[in-house]
């Protein structure tokens, strides 16, 4: 399984919004990756990447949860204007930013309203014309709902 598109309701409730989800926290070996569209970074020597996301409490999960996690990595890729993007999904071809946690809270059946947003905010250092971006789970159960660059 990978990660899936979703709708989910926005914060006023009215909105339908896309959201990615991933949860295959009864695997083993589990190795899912998202990826952004090319980013031109028009000169910027540096990009802030903003991620919004739920995470689930790996403790909803008791006796099948073989390979869960409470964390995600993101990583970039810079290329030149003139360089093909190589389809490699694969760590060392890609920078790692940062492994990202649910600072803030993570959502429990037992206790909905203690669901939480979180928002992580990461810098890259960029020295080439382009750039993706890419989100690899692990064996968490997250849905990301918004990313800004």
């Known amino acids: ?3 899936l598109e979703e709708t989910y309701r926005g914060p006023d409730g009215i909105d339908n919004r896309r959201a990615y989800v991933v949860c295959n926290v009864d695997q083993q ?7 952004t569209p090319i980013i031109y970074v028009n000169g910027a020597n540096r990009l ?7 995470m689930r409490d790996c403790n909803e999960f008791p006796g099948n949860a073989r390979s869960c996690k409470e964390t995600f990595r993101l990583y970039g890729v810079q290329l030149m204007n003139n360089e093909k993007y190589q389809n490699i ?14 600072d803030t809270g993570r959502y429990s059946k ?3 309203t203690t669901a939480a947003v979180n928002q992580e905010i990461r810098s890259y250092t960029v020295t080439k014309d382009a750039v993706y971006f890419a989100f690899r789970d692990s064996g968490a159960c997250i849905s990301i709902l918004n990313v800004k660059v």
Request: proline share 3%; net charge negative.
């Open 1 to 3: 399984m990978k990660w």
């Open 89 to 102: 999904w694969n760590s060392d071809y890609w920078d790692l930013i940062d492994r990202i946690t649910a």
């Open 29 to 35: 070996n589990v190795d899912n990756w998202l990826r």
């Open 110 to 112: 037992s206790d909905p």
């Open 48 to 54: 802030h990447v903003e991620v919004t996301f739920t």
